[in-house]
């Protein structure tokens, strides 16, 4: 197992290992990172224990009689998924997982499951963010989500907005929060937000959702772009 182990030590995902019992026995540098805890401090529980993963309508996935780890070791296909989580410090972390069975030589042969993982949350958050908007374009006409836009072309608000404030508005339309945005463009958090508060005040909303809801729908956002 230690070979096995060794060729886990230097990937770029985070790995664990369980065994039929579904206890923990590896857990890698990358995992650390991403989760928070140590080998020593996840050896020996139960997966289930250290991750308590949930799904996007937030039931609990991880647990005793986990059906990716009991279809897995029964010979089964498990597909990647993208699984809810926290990490040792309680921040929340979506991580996209995929699975596989090894088998195992030695005096006790038999089999292992292995995760790989790596996080997605950014991902995550932008596309949340993202169908957050798209839905609130179709659901809501501009006269319901914005009663106080003055009629204004859309060619006018488009020469107000600085080519700043465009790369500011396409990234919130991504989902981006302030500091992402700052360290895409290389400015500052208070600049980014100055920006932010110009785009608003030019479209007379009130929120940045509001801000890209309007855009996307005077065209100064592309659907399919986001």
Known sequence: MNS???????TADGVLIINQDHDIIYWNRVAEEILGYTHDEAAGLSCHQILKGRDHQGQLLCHKYCR???????????????????????DVRWINMSTFI????GAKPGQVLVHLFRDVTTKKQNEQFV?????????????????????????????DL???????LTHLAQGFST?????????????TRNHIRNILQKFQVHSRLEAVVYAIEEGLIIKSRI
């Open 131 to 159: 169908n957050q908007v798209l839905a609130a374009a179709k659901q809501l006409g501009r006269r319901e989500l914005f009663p106080a836009v003055p009629s204004v072309s859309v060619e006018q608000h488009h020469a």
């Open 179 to 191: 500091d992402d945005i700052a360290r895409s463009l290389s400015i500052s958090p208070a600049t």
């Open 4 to 10: 096995l182990f060794q060729a886990f030590a230097n």
């Open 68 to 90: 990716v780890a009991v279809t897995a070791f029964n010979g089964g296909t498990v597909k990647n998924n993208d699984i809810c989580l926290r990490t040792k410090s309680g």
């Open 102 to 105: 090894l088998p195992t030589n």
């Open 162 to 168: 600085t080519d700043r404030e465009h790369e500011i």
